[in-house]
Every structure is written in C-alpha cells, then in structure tokens.
C-alpha cells in the first residue's frame, strides 16, 4: 500500500539541536502531525517537539 519513509537529520550547535526532514520516499501523502524529539546526553535528558515539516529546535540548556 500507499507509504510515507522519513529519513531525519540533527545538527548540534553550540546549545541546540536542529532536526528536520533529510529526506523522504513513497507516494503517500504526508500528514500534518506533530513528532517529539528526544535528546539524551551523559548528564541530562532534552526534549522537544514541533510540526514535522518544519526544523525542530530542543534546546540543551
């Protein structure tokens, strides 16, 4: 059936993470969702969330 395969990618800066869509595949049309962003380090957990099609912005502050 009709599918929607998102590949993400994440920058780090110096106190952000940036994820966005890098690529994506199939003929199904993407819906209008809202995904969370989880951001785990040595000392501390981050988290996030936004629109899909946007760039996600989780703070490591």
Request: proline share 3%; hydrophobic share 35%; glycine share 8%.
């Amino acid at each position: 059936g009709p599918y929607v395969w998102t590949t993400y990618t994440a920058q780090r800066g110096d106190d952000t993470v940036e994820v966005r869509i890098a690529a994506e595949d199939g003929e199904r049309a993407r819906p209008e969702r809202t995904i969370d962003i989880v951001v785990v380090t040595d000392s501390a957990t981050f988290e996030g969330s936004g629109s899909e099609t946007s760039t996600i912005v989780v703070s490591l502050e």
